[in-house]
C-alpha cells in the first residue's frame, strides 16, 4: 500500500464522524457532503507529518470550512429573520435504515434542535456542536472563531441555553410517539377542534416551509389552539400518509401518485406533541432520497 492509499484509508476512518459535524453545522446532508470532500481536497495536498492527532485536525479543517459556509449563508440571505428548515434525514418505517443516515444520527440530533441551531450566529453555532456535541476542547476552537478559550466557552454556553430553552428533547418511546402522531392525524382526518388540542402542547410550534410559492419560504405558527385551526386541514392527507423517521423521531411522508406532497417531522415529550416541522416545497422535496413513492399509495 502506498502512502496515498495509506492517506485515503485514515481518512475513511473519520469520514462518518466528519459528516456528522458537517451536517450539525450546515443542516443539509449535500453541503455537509461537500464540506468533508473539500476536507479531503485539503489533507491529500498538505504535510500532514507532524500531525499528532488526524480525527481533530480533519474536525478543525471541516469546521473551519462550515464556519465560511455559515458566514456566507448570512451574507445572501435577504431575510436574516426568516426560519431556515434544515434537511431532514428521512427513513420510510417500512424500510432498514440506510447506515450512512445512521452514522448522521448517532447521538440523534432532532430536526427541532437542527432548527434551533440555524438560529445561531455562525460563531455560536461552531462552538455549540464542536463542543457540546463532539467533545472539542475550547482551546481547539478558539482559533477557528479568532476568540480566545473563554470566550468561546461564553458563546458556547449562550448557545446551550438558547438550545435548552426551545429545542424539546423527544420522549425515547418510539412507540409512544407513533401512537401521539395516529391520535393527531385521527383528530385532524375527523376534524376534531378538542382532541387536537388535547394531544397538543400548550406551547407547541408549527413550521411549514413551503417554498418559493410563499413570500416567505417558512411560516410559523405558535400555541396549541392556533396549531390545532391549521392542522383541521391535515385531514385531507390523512389517506396518503405514511409512517417515517424523521431524524429518528415519529414523522409521516405525504405522497399520491408516487409524488411526494410533503415530509412532516414530530417532536413528541411527555406524551404531547411539542413540535411539528413541514417541508411541502416541491424542490427540495425532490431533492430528498425517499426511494420508491408507489407503494404509499396503497
Excluded at 25 to 46: H, I, K, N, P, T
Amino acid at each position: 500500500m502506498d502512502d496515498g492509499e495509506l492517506l485515503a484509508r485514515r481518512f475513511e476512518e473519520h469520514r462518518d464522524r466528519l459528516r456528522a459535524v458537517a451536517y450539525r453545522m450546515l443542516g443539509s446532508v449535500s453541503e455537509a457532503d461537500d464540506a468533508v470532500q473539500e476536507a479531503w481536497l485539503r489533507l491529500s495536498r498538505a504535510d500532514t507529518s507532524d500531525v499528532e492527532n488526524l480525527g481533530a485536525w480533519l474536525t478543525t479543517v471541516v469546521g473551519r470550512l462550515c464556519l465560511n459556509a455559515l458566514r456566507s449563508r448570512d451574507n445572501r440571505r435577504e431575510d436574516p429573520l426568516e426560519v431556515h428548515m434544515p434537511d431532514p434525514i428521512i427513513s420510510l418505517d417500512s424500510k432498514a435504515a440506510d447506515p450512512e443516515h445512521e452514522a448522521l444520527l448517532a447521538d440523534s440530533v432532532g430536526l427541532a434542535l437542527l432548527v434551533v441551531l440555524e438560529t445561531l450566529a455562525p460563531a455560536e453555532r461552531l462552538a455549540f456542536v464542536l463542543h457540546d456535541m463532539f467533545a472539542v476542547p475550547f482551546d481547539e476552537i478558539a482559533p477557528l472563531i479568532e476568540r480566545t478559550p473563554a470566550a468561546t466557552r461564553q458563546l458556547a454556553s449562550r448557545a446551550r441555553r438558547r438550545v435548552q430553552g426551545q429545542a424539546p428533547v423527544p420522549d425515547s418511546d418510539l412507540t409512544r410517539q407513533r401512537d401521539v402522531v395516529n391520535a393527531f392525524f385521527a383528530a385532524a382526518r375527523d376534524g376534531d377542534f378538542d382532541a387536537l388540542v388535547a394531544v397538543l402542547d400548550p406551547d407547541v410550534v408549527l413550521r411549514s416551509d413551503g417554498g418559493t410559492a410563499r413570500a416567505r419560504h417558512t411560516v410559523t405558527f405558535h400555541g396549541a389552539r392556533t396549531v390545532a385551526a391549521q392542522a383541521v386541514t391535515f385531514g385531507r392527507l390523512s389517506p396518503f400518509a405514511r409512517p417515517a423517521l424523521i431524524n429518528g423521531t415519529a414523522g409521516v411522508v405525504v405522497a399520491a401518485g408516487g409524488r411526494p406532497l410533503s415530509v412532516m417531522g414530530f417532536i413528541v415529550t411527555d406524551g404531547k406533541v411539542t413540535a411539528i416541522d413541514v417541508i411541502a416545497d416541491p424542490d427540495r422535496l425532490n431533492q430528498f432520497d425517499l426511494g420508491p413513492l408507489d407503494d404509499l399509495d396503497a
